[in-house]
């Protein structure tokens, strides 16, 4: 199956900064990334789609000021969530597919806390 | 409105025995449908799938069931093991690169 590499697993940040996550398809192209939020004991929820070489499509309810979304390239989409507020402290997991399939594959997801 | 549901947050069963999640959608328009299975902190892991032409898809100890006029799926799993404990997530998407429409979970403990 297709590999998808997300990091830092793991960041403790203060309130107030910014905070960026790489998410990076390893063996294959991925033009569409996806940017899934999950809190404890809740569902996957799905935050913004991410396409290569243009905006975000984000959710509703999702501040695109707040979590900007570069997909810069075929293999490399970023997550920024910028001056984090303890609120923010969740589960972050990108995804992609390879081309015209539905079958979605993970990141290692990465655990922010906001302090 | 929540499109897939998942309406038993846990379930324990005996190892060797069989387990069995549920889940149901709302939306017709849903074509495929995949569980993914979930450790603590770390990013869910494809498990199986089905597609609505078919009602039954199996792949070793792991069956999928699909009720298109229920709108219901299942998972069994025969037998249960010690390392399927985890969190399993049933999801559905439309034709298409649409993204995936996850249920809250399934936390399946299996006891020895």
């Known amino acids: 199956g297709a590999v998808v590499s997300q990091h830092p697993s793991r960041v403790i940040c203060k309130s107030g900064t910014s905070v960026k996550i790489e998410c990076r398809s390893l063996?294959?192209?991925?033009?569409?990334m996806f940017w899934y939020r999950q809190f404890p004991k809740q569902s996957l929820m799905l935050m913004a789609t991410s396409n290569e070489g243009s905006k975000a499509t984000y959710e509703q309810g999702v501040e695109k000021d707040k979590f900007l979304i570069n997909h810069a390239s075929l293999t490399l989409s970023t997550l920024t969530v910028t001056s984090a507020h303890p609120e923010d402290s969740s589960f972050y997991i990108c995804?992609?597919?390879?081309?015209?399939?539905?079958?979605?594959?993970f990141g290692e997801g990465s655990r922010l806390t906001v302090l | 409105d929540q499109q897939v549901k998942q309406n038993s947050p846990s379930l324990s069963v005996q190892e060797g025995r069989i387990s069995i999640l549920n889940c149901d959608y709302t939306n017709s328009m849903f074509d495929y449908f995949l569980w993914y299975k979930k450790y603590p902190a770390e990013g869910p892991t494809f498990l199986i799938s089905?597609?609505?032409?078919?009602d039954k898809n199996e792949d070793g100890r792991f069956t999928v069931f699909l009720n298109k006029s229920a709108k219901h799926l299942s998972l069994h799993i025969v037998p249960s093991q010690p390392g399927d404990s985890a969190v399993y997530f049933c999801?559905?998407?439309?034709?298409?690169?649409?993204?995936?429409?996850f249920g809250k979970g399934t936390r399946l403990s299996v006891i020895a």
């Open positions: 995804s992609a597919s390879l081309a015209g399939g539905s079958r979605l594959f």
């Open positions: 089905i597609s609505s032409i078919k």
């Open positions: 999801a559905a998407s439309k034709a298409g690169n649409t993204p995936l429409v």
């Open positions: 063996d294959f192209q991925a033009t569409t």
